[in-house]
């Protein structure tokens, strides 16, 4: 911005110097053409220098200060104009010195005169005060932009300090606290309220995994304590101990440890999100080949649809078909429908049981980690809580979802996958 008014009074400043060497000369010219031109030309206002050159090219007037000096300057004025002006550098007489020139030119019947009227160069910055004066404004107002710059953004980077310094304090053991959320709705608003639902997903995350450690721990420590106490019993009293009833005993503690174990690895494999292996599945020949290969304990209907084919991994899709089919067999009074077919542009399939069915509000109940209803613990035992669980997550890992819906009777879970069209 300096520059610009230093430029526009630089160019205002020389167009008055030149108007006023050019008005000093048309006086000049005036005396020749009253043949009252003398040899020694007396100094004319702002016009410090003034030099007359006649029709042969010799200097015939001029100021003292150019008294006996060659021509200022070689430059005439156009054939078609009659003033020109120029800035020239160390002329005759000012080795060290810029003038800015005027050349006027004067028709007589002997010919042309050339009358040049000089005055020292116009610096780029005018004038000394004018350059302070400019310069420390200049300062001022950088110094006060600065201040407020400084001062806006500081206030405008509060709030990140805020989020800051709560995100410091924030803990594993405490994930309770959130980020202040400042009333503009502008990026830093946007930026804490995502960091808060950020927190929300995190102690989510971090509560579920604890209560899964709890209720891990807790299934773990019911088997090992059974078996404890019948191995301790039996050492206590050996002679009247049935050493083959109480290993069965044990075998039996032992499945269950080793089905919680087993569908504790799958969870965590779950979990880590383990990559998936694809294959084209159909579901008729999957559901087909799972019960032909199971012992019967209830009765089987099946309906399948041929055709339904899905991307997924085999032995993932497999262990959801057990569980649910472990699941329904358990609580089915005498008969298990299977029911694969398609609807909307995806692969449904359909394990439908006639038991007691599960009421609406413990729909999602069943689905939590190491959720057994009293229905369920009554009639299996060595149940781990987890089957469900597992089916779910295999299910949604497959891009699909796995929902209890509405049966005239009995339990009705439904699994969605993307359906593949296979040329």
């Not at 205002?12 to 010219?29: F, G, I, K, P």
């Not at 007359?52 to 005439?76: D, E, I, K, Q, W």
């Not at 600065?146 to 953004?153: C, D, E, K, N, P």
């Not at 946007?190 to 639902?197: D, I, P, R, Y």
Request: net charge neutral.
């Amino acid at each position: 911005m300096s520059l610009l008014v230093f430029l526009g009074l630089y160019r205002l400043a020389v167009s008055n110097q030149v108007q006023d060497l050019t008005v000093t000369s048309m006086r000049v010219s005036g005396l020749i053409h009253k043949e009252e031109l003398p040899p020694v030309v007396p100094p004319q206002g702002g016009t410090r220098y003034i030099q007359v050159v006649g029709p042969s090219g010799r200097v015939v007037s001029s100021t003292p200060p150019l008294t006996g000096l060659p021509r200022l300057a070689m430059f005439t004025p156009r054939s078609d104009a009659m003033e020109a002006h120029q800035r020239i550098c160390s002329p005759p007489g000012f080795p060290d010195d810029c003038l800015m020139v005027v050349v006027l030119r004067s028709s007589r019947p002997v010919g042309d005169y050339l009358v040049y009227g000089a005055a020292p160069a116009i610096p780029w910055y005018v004038n000394p005060a004018f350059l302070l004066l400019v310069g420390g404004a200049s300062l001022l107002v950088t110094a006060a932009t600065a201040a407020g710059t400084y001062r806006m953004v500081r206030r405008a980077l509060a709030p990140v300090e805020s989020v800051r310094e709560e995100l410091a304090e924030i803990t594993g053991s405490d994930l309770s606290r959130r980020v202040p959320v400042p009333p503009q709705h502008d990026e830093i608003g946007a930026l804490s309220s995502t960091v808060n639902q950020t927190l929300d997903r995190l102690q989510q995350a971090v509560e579920q995994q604890r209560r899964f450690a709890s209720d891990a721990g807790h299934d773990l420590r019911s088997p090992i304590t059974a078996m404890r106490t019948q191995v301790e019993d039996a050492l206590l009293h050996p002679e009247d101990t049935d050493w083959v009833k109480m290993a069965e005993a044990l075998v039996s503690s032992l499945d269950r440890l080793q089905a919680i174990v087993t569908d504790l690895l799958v969870l965590a494999k779950l979990d880590a999100g383990e990559k998936i292996t694809r294959s084209y599945i159909n579901m008729a020949e999957l559901v087909r080949a799972e019960v032909g290969r199971r012992p019967r304990r209830r009765r089987v209907a099946l309906r399948l649809q041929p055709g339904i084919v899905v991307s997924g991994d085999r032995l993932q899709l497999l262990r959801l078909l057990t569980n649910l089919l472990d699941n329904a067999e358990r609580h089915a009074t005498s008969t298990v429908t299977i029911i694969v077919g398609r609807d909307d542009g995806n692969a449904v399939l359909q394990v439908i049981d006639d038991g007691e069915g599960i009421p609406p509000d413990e729909r999602e109940v069943v689905f939590q980690r190491f959720t057994r209803l009293s229905s369920g613990r009554e009639k299996d035992t060595q149940g781990t809580g987890l089957g469900l669980a597992i089916a779910r997550d295999v299910a949604e890992h497959h891009d699909g979802s796995l929902v209890i819906e509405d049966s005239p009777v009995g339990a009705r879970f439904v699994l969605r996958l993307p359906l593949l069209t296979v040329p």
